[in-house]
Structures are given as structure tokens and as C-alpha cells.
Antibody
Framework: QVQLVQSGAEVKKPGASVKVSCKAS????????ISWVRQAPGQGLEWMGW????????NYAQKFQGRFTMTTDTSTTTAYMELRSLRSDDTAVYYC??????????WGQGTLVTVSS | DIVMTQTPLSLSVTPGQPASISCKSS???????????LYWYLQRPGQTPQLLIY???TRFSGVPERFSGSGSGTDFTLKISRVEAEDVGVYYC????????FGQGTKVEIK
């Protein structure tokens, strides 16, 4: 079965960076993309970006351009996201999701990133 | 960016009764390939979002038949024919015609 297992919760200081991993299993990793979506406490869903596991092509939400990077490692079927220059309003649960036919059909369990001094 | 607007923002439903959520997009979601890239998700309390409906009206694997999606262009609707207790949560519409955007969410609770 399709599974996306994310790395554990992180606590970071303002200005720091965070890197979250998303280990995929149960499907052919190279044939799908991965999107990253975040959810601030008590708020809705916010799409951050998408990466193709096939060729590494990316699309980023303009809001995160310049401080957000997505990568994949096909040898370990793992996707990564890194967010830099963290601010308090980056405190959120970050989700990875498999993308098939433009739909986020399977989601990771989420990773809470807390930014606090 | 395409703006997605859901109404209502909250809904209280008696079990066994129908429920309907509207989602309007700021521009048509019809692609030149003939597909309309509109999706519905449910996030149950404390859980991860799950895909319910893709491309307006196709139920995802395992989604009960009481969920249905309809609409075209800029106006879309998610209907639950008979609400059950497990349907409680926040429902989101999402478009992927352009860079993806979500609606604000509609919170459904049981009376």
C-alpha cells in the first residue's frame, strides 16, 4: 500500500532552517510527483510547491520562492523540503503528498515545525 | 492566483440528512485538455487530509457513494446524500489548473 512517512517534529529559532523528509513506499516513486502543503495552527491548507520525482522539475508558490527548496532522492525514494529564514508564522504542520493526475491522493502524517525564540 | 471561495464556512447537519458545500473559483477550471481540475478533500479532526473527489465528480478509491461532486466552469458542489457521524471535519476544495490553491474550508459538524 502507498505510504508516505515523514520525519519527526522540529523546534527551530527564528532565522534558522528546517529540513523535512518524506519516505515513500508501496508505489513506483519515479512515476509520480510530490507536493508540499502546510497548515498553520487552526488554519486552512496552503500549497507550497511540487516536485517531479521523475526529472526533478519543480513549481513553487510565489510566496515561498527563494527560501524554499524541494528535492528528491530516487535511490531512497525520499522527498525533502527545506525552508530557510524561518519566522514565527512558519509554525505549522507540513505535509507531503503524492501527486497523481494533479491530485494529492496520498498524504504523509505531517511534521510539526515550531519556530520560537 | 485562482481564488477559491467556499460557502458556507460551517454547517451543522442532522445525521441522515443531506449536506451541500459550494466552491466557486475566480476563473474557469476547464483546461484545454477537456478536464476540469477541481478536487475535494476532507480533514477529519486531528487527521491528515484525504482525497474524496477528483476532477469534479470522480470518487477516489474507497470513498462512500453518499459523496458526490458536480459542477463546471467556476461553480462546483460537494453533496453528502445522508450525513453520518464519521463525516465530521473540514472540507476543502482545491484547484490545480494553475498553481494549486485551496478554498478556506467548510467545517461540518453533527447536530
Amino acid at each position: 500500500q502507498v505510504q508516505l512517512v515523514q520525519s519527526g517534529a522540529e523546534v527551530k529559532k527564528p532565522g534558522a532552517s528546517v529540513k523535512v523528509s518524506c519516505k515513500a513506499s508501496g508505489y513506483s516513486f519515479n512515476n509520480y510527483g510530490i507536493s508540499w502543503v502546510r497548515q498553520a495552527p487552526g488554519q486552512g491548507l496552503e500549497w507550497m510547491g511540487w516536485i517531479s520525482a521523475f526529472n526533478g522539475n519543480t513549481n513553487y508558490a510565489q510566496k515561498f520562492q527563494g527560501r524554499f527548496t524541494m528535492t528528491t532522492d530516487t535511490s531512497t525514494t525520499t522527498a525533502y523540503m527545506e525552508l530557510r529564514s524561518l519566522r514565527s508564522d512558519d509554525t505549522a504542520v507540513y505535509y507531503c503528498a503524492r501527486v497523481k493526475r494533479r491530485a494529492c491522493d496520498y498524504w504523509g502524517q505531517g511534521t510539526l515545525v515550531t519556530v520560537s525564540s | 492566483d485562482i481564488v477559491m471561495t467556499q460557502t458556507p464556512l460551517s454547517l451543522s447537519v442532522t445525521p441522515g440528512q443531506p449536506a451541500s458545500i459550494s466552491c466557486k473559483s475566480s476563473q474557469t477550471l476547464l483546461h484545454g485538455d477537456g478536464k476540469t481540475y477541481l478536487y475535494w478533500y476532507l480533514q477529519r479532526p486531528g487527521q491528515t487530509p484525504q482525497l474524496l473527489i477528483y476532477e469534479v465528480s470522480t470518487r477516489f478509491s474507497g470513498v462512500p457513494e453518499r459523496f458526490s461532486g458536480s459542477g463546471s466552469g467556476t461553480d462546483f458542489t460537494l453533496k453528502i446524500s445522508r450525513v453520518e457521524a464519521e463525516d465530521v471535519g473540514v472540507y476543502y476544495c482545491m484547484q490545480t489548473l494553475q498553481l494549486p490553491t485551496f478554498g478556506q474550508g467548510t467545517k461540518v459538524e453533527i447536530k
